[in-house]
């Protein structure tokens, strides 16, 4: 096999493993997604019904980086000469705004529903759809991580954080809706969830819409990560020049 043939055998390998694990998430999210829906709807809690929109957009964004992975791996060709690795950008940007939209939507539905003090008593059908999805996304978000470092696909790495957040929004869910549950004159909390569920979620998206912009404008790496590259090309460098004067001067 030639050099081409084994770049084009490892991207596709790469390919494969990113794929592997979003399809593995677009499952548990579509099983998320339904499982807090009725159980928000049954539990009588806003901030459960709010995570699973959040799911939601966790479930078309895991499509919106299989096609990142699909052709922003491509090699160069004649109307790509630098490859194609900004379609992989691209899709970590539309996470990233994904998540700021939905943490939108869900930050002024439940300020609404504070401000007006709309009365909701969730039951322990909330909690223990809220506990079952903490679980899920953590594990989600600690496989989908590791992949993404593996393959260094920055849009899978992102979904990883969409995980981390859907995970983070259910801690937040289910510590709200505890405490209505435990004492009813505090149903008030299930809409807070739901508002700390949004800083949460926002959070998240600029970080990632952040890295995805620093691509797109080539910024510099760190300092920190120059001076690492320099120590590491200085030892290479040494090492080179030693293993010469060895073959000069060869001991006798």
């Keep these: 096999m030639n050099m081409q043939g084994m770049k084009m055998h490892e991207i596709g390998k790469k390919e494969t493993q990113g794929k592997r694990i979003t399809w593995v998430g677009i499952a548990a999210n579509a099983l998320l997604i339904a499982m807090k829906f009725a159980a928000g709807g049954l539990g009588h809690s806003q901030a459960l019904i709010a995570d699973a929109v959040h799911s939601i957009s966790d479930f078309f964004t895991d499509f919106v980086v299989l096609l990142g992975l699909r052709f922003g791996r491509k090699p160069p060709d004649e109307t790509h000469h630098f490859?194609?690795?900004?379609?992989?950008?691209?899709?970590?940007?539309?996470?990233?705004?994904?998540?700021?939209?939905?943490?939108?939507?869900?930050?002024?539905?439940?300020?609404?529903?504070?401000y007006h003090h709309v009365e909701r008593r969730p039951t322990w059908i909330a909690i223990a759809?809220?506990?079952?999805?903490?679980?899920?996304?953590?594990?989600?978000?600690?496989?989908?991580?590791?992949?993404?470092?593996?393959?260094?696909?920055?849009?899978?790495?992102?979904?990883?954080?969409?995980?981390?957040?859907?995970?983070?929004s259910s801690v937040a869910v289910l510590i709200g809706v505890t405490g209505a549950q435990i004492r009813p004159g505090w149903h008030i909390l299930d809409a807070y969830a739901a508002l700390l569920v949004s800083f949460f979620i926002v959070k998240v998206g600029i970080d990632v819409l952040g890295g995805a912009m620093r691509e797109f404008a080539d910024t510099a790496p760190k300092p920190e990560m120059i001076e690492r590259i320099r120590g590491k090309l200085t030892i290479s460098l040494i090492s080179n020049e030693e293993a010469h004067n060895d073959l000069a001067n060869p001991v006798m």
């Excluded at 759809?129 to 790495?157: D, F």
């Design 83 to 114: 490859g194609h690795g900004r379609i992989e950008t691209i899709a970590s940007a539309v996470v990233g705004v994904a998540l700021i939209v939905v943490a939108v939507f869900i930050g002024v539905s439940a300020t609404w529903n504070i």
């Design 129 to 168: 759809a809220a506990a079952i999805s903490i679980v899920v996304k953590e594990i989600l978000y600690r496989y989908t991580v590791i992949v993404g470092r593996r393959i260094r696909s920055q849009a899978v790495i992102a979904n990883a954080w969409h995980h981390r957040s859907d995970a983070l």
